[in-house]
């Protein structure tokens, strides 16, 4: 694939920090997929049929548009957590929890084993401290993660190098309509500014063909906590009504508690169905 200068002019920072961390890692196959999973572009290898081909563009950012006012202002609320994430910061994250998955292993044996599916997204994957027992599982050709991270993602198809892992923005999410059973986030949403959370949740319920779950921090009102000294980053919420109440084509089938005798971190998590 050749590249005219079209696609620098396009990619966001955060995707072309993403591109620049694969790039030094000498990762050109994983540097044609990342550009052609911001760009929605075919991509050679395990991930083209996932991809997006044929989604109108309309939702993308298009030259001229608001890129101009956006750099006169700075970049947007959204843009500044998608490059915190993408950045040392996010590093720093996946270095203190290189082991966060070690005992998840009994939730998601049993969770799919309720709720089966083949083809499985999560959405801020890391490094895969989920994915490493969903592909166990479900086998790793059935597996994709999907982060802002660049380190994070190196690291994943470093440790699980048949699962299909790629860089991008969850706001944006370069997947075909209903292509998996089941997409989730763990510990993500959380994250996500107001100006964003609509986008990122409908991107999740597109991409979706029957299940959403997501494991986050419960508060019956928004509330948020100060997260590591930033300010913005971290949203508590009730995620399973702000679904429901948004997604009339979900339902609620299943919830539960995942507790730190558990070795989890004290999350809520909501089981959609789609009707
Ligand atoms: C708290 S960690 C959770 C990691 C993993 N889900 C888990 O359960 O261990 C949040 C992850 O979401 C990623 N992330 C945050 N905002 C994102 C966004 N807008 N798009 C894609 N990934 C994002 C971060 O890079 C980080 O890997």
Redesign the pocket.
């Known amino acids: 694939m050749r590249f005219s200068k079209r696609p620098a002019q396009i990619l966001t920072p955060s995707i072309r920090h993403c591109l620049s961390n694969l790039v030094r890692a000498g990762g050109a196959k994983w540097q044609r997929a990342a550009v052609a999973a911001a760009l929605s572009w075919p991509a050679p290898g395990p991930m083209t049929e996932a991809l997006t081909v044929t989604r109108p563009r309309t939702s993308r950012r298009r030259k001229g548009d608001a890129v101009t006012s956006e750099r006169q202002a700075g970049p947007s609320e959204?843009e500044r957590?998608?490059q915190l994430?993408?950045g040392d910061f996010?590093r720093r994250?996946?270095d203190r929890?290189a082991d966060?998955?070690s005992t998840r292993q009994p939730f998601w044996s049993s969770f799919l084993a309720s709720h089966p599916a083949e083809r499985v997204l999560?959405?801020?994957?890391?490094?895969g401290?989920?994915l490493q027992w969903i592909a166990q599982i479900v086998g790793p050709g059935n597996v994709y993660g999907?982060?802002?991270?660049g380190d994070?993602i190196n690291e994943l198809h470093a440790r699980l190098p048949s699962v299909n892992a790629i860089c991008?923005?969850?706001?944006d999410l370069p997947f075909r309509d209903a292509w998996f059973d089941l997409c989730f986030?763990?510990?993500?949403l959380?994250?996500?500014p107001e100006e964003?959370l609509p986008a990122?949740m409908a991107e999740i319920v597109r991409v979706s063909r029957q299940y959403v779950l997501c494991?986050e921090y419960y508060s019956p009102e928004v509330m948020e906590v100060d997260y590591r000294g930033q300010t913005g980053a971290l949203f508590k919420r009730d995620f399973g009504r702000v679904y429901l109440e948004n997604f009339p084509s979900l339902k609620m089938v299943d919830e539960g508690f995942l507790g730190r005798d558990e070795g989890w971190d004290d999350i809520t998590w909501w089981l959609l169905e789609k009707r």
């Not at 999560?122 to 490094?127: F, L, Q, R, S, T």
């Not at 999907?146 to 991270?149: A, K, Q, R």
């Not at 991008?168 to 706001?171: F, K, L, S, T, W």
């Open positions: 959204v957590l998608e994430w993408a996010g994250y996946a929890n966060a998955g999560e959405v801020g994957c890391n490094a401290a989920n999907l982060d802002v991270s994070a991008g923005v969850a706001r986030t763990a510990g993500v959380i994250h996500q964003s990122v494991g």
